[in-house]
């Protein structure tokens, strides 16, 4: 794979279908890494409020389970609830 370096490259010569192109990428790039942080926000947020002992077994005791289960639903609606209140106050 070769080295690829942007820092030098003219934007301007680029046409405007180019620039669009770019532009979604970009765009769904940071998407893709806000999902990322959030998952991680909440596997780590869950983990440490349910996992009490150590894994020994490879999986987790049933009311580990459960919790983590539960802790990922709030976490949705909470982000859910969120989301909509930002929406409203936006108009």
């Known amino acids: 794979m070769s080295d690829i370096n942007l820092n030098n490259f003219d934007l301007s010569t680029l046409n ?6 770019i532009r979604q990428a ?9 999902l990322q942080s959030t998952v991680h926000s909440l596997t780590d947020t869950c983990f440490r409020k349910c996992i009490t002992g150590t894994i020994r077994s490879g999986k987790l005791d049933k ?10 639903d709030r976490f949705v609606d ?3 609830l969120t989301i909509g209140h930002l929406q409203q106050l936006r108009g």
Do not use: G, I, P
């Open 16 to 21: 405007e279908k180019d620039k669009a192109e």
């Open 26 to 34: 970009l765009t769904s790039e940071d998407q893709k890494s806000r």
């Open 63 to 72: 009311t580990e389970e459960s919790c983590m289960a539960n802790c990922a």
């Open 78 to 80: 909470v982000s859910r």
